[in-house]
């Protein structure tokens, strides 16, 4: 009886579970106007997951599509495209077999916190208990307020106390839920200057002089939402009266250009910019908490994947920023740190000219608040995993993105404003 029921609940738990079987992930090539039709004409009839650009509406031409593609709807797919001159390949073969091979380390259990693993909020709230108890003269934390679902917003402060005010840097991972090597990349960061302060000389002296907040998950509950039922969940959990459509893409909900480009006010869409600037409750928080401390913070760096990217303002228009140069030329040279490990290329510049504009961007919002040293960086890998970055990528990724934020903050230490 207790097996009959215990493997009835595993299947009721199952049962809640979104599958991907036979779904593909396909590259689209656009270099026409009317490949870029094609593309939209093909999002409006059928439905289809834009993984990069984020939704239809950011196609142009030139520029890589990368899309999800339900197993019920490839015949159409391939129909269509094979009457189109638009050239095309298949990144990911079966996407329910590519989510089953991420895990791919061999760690277990669920509830045992790994860095070389994708954690769930549960261990990375118990992690950063943990960590912060453990290191009581170089972490404190702070809860900056609950999520929409009531779960706690948990910065971790790191740095060596001085009894006075430092400068800073914020750091944040996991805006969108799905870009799971983001939250893996703060948690790396965390643990790294914890491990190097005192024997590597930079991580000491930025320690020493600087503070370097770290929200390890921004959007919470989509995270949770995406270990738990939808591994491809983007966007918050909030509901909005008179939609059944659930949840704003946060990274195009602050206070900058919003919703005026390259976002969207259907409450359905990947890129549903919210009812109002800030509407979502993590991003008021976010906001909140960096208005409140705008004097001592002097860089903002924020963790997306995927495409290698290392992005600076502005995406919500095509106008350079005022410290474009110097933004630029530290990009460049964090990127040629990053690259110096495995060999990664990226390729960096502002938002806007770089990808396609975007408004609402947490990078934008923070620069255009006064915090000049302001950077999106997209993650591993180009395409071929995706979101789906196997966990044994996930040392490699954040050993090479250390090297370009620790390239960013010893600028902004030697160049305080
Ligand atoms: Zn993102």
Known sequence: MKVLLFFGLVAAALADVTRFDGEKVLRLKPVLAEHVTLIRDLAESIEVDFWSPDSPELVTIDID????????????????????????????????????????????????????????????????????????????????????????????????????????????????????????????????????????????????????????????????????????????????????????????????????????????????????????????????????NKSSIKAYLTIHSYSQLLLFPYSYSYNLAADHSELMSVAQGASAALTSLYGTRYTSGPGASTIYLAAGGSDDWAYDLGVKYSYTFELRDTGYHGFLLPESQIKPTCEETMLAVKYIAAHVQKNLY
């Open 65 to 292: 599509v990368d899309i999800r593609v339900p197993a019920r709807y490839l015949s159409i797919v391939y129909t269509t495209l094979g009457q189109s001159s638009m050239a095309h390949e298949i990144l990911i073969e079966d996407v329910q077999v590519a989510i089953n091979r991420q895990a791919d380390n061999g760690i277990s259990p669920k509830e045992l916190h790994s860095y070389t693993k994708y954690n769930t909020w549960d261990t990375v709230l118990s992690w950063i208990n943990s960590i912060a108890s453990s290191n009581p003269s170089l972490v404190s934390k702070q809860v900056i307020g609950n999520t929409f679902e009531g779960r706690p917003m948990t910065l971790l402060k790191l740095g060596k106390s001085s009894g006075t005010t430092k400068p800073s840097i914020f750091l944040d991972c996991g805006i969108h839920a799905r870009e799971w090597i983001s939250p893996a990349f703060c948690q790396w960061f965390v643990k790294e200057a914890l491990e190097t302060y005192g024997s590597d000389s930079q991580m000491t002296s930025l320690l020493d002089q600087m503070d370097v907040y770290v929200l390890p998950v921004f959007n919470i509950d989509g995270y949770e939402y995406s270990h738990t039922t939808n591994r491809m969940w983007r966007k918050t959990r909030s509901k909005l009266s008179g939609s059944s459509c659930l949840g704003t893409d946060p990274n195009r909900n602050f206070d900058a250009g919003w919703c005026t480009v390259g976002a969207s006010s259907n409450p359905c869409s990947e890129t549903f910019c919210g009812s109002t600037p800030e509407s979502e409750i993590e991003v008021k928080n976010v906001a909140d908490f960096i208005r409140k």
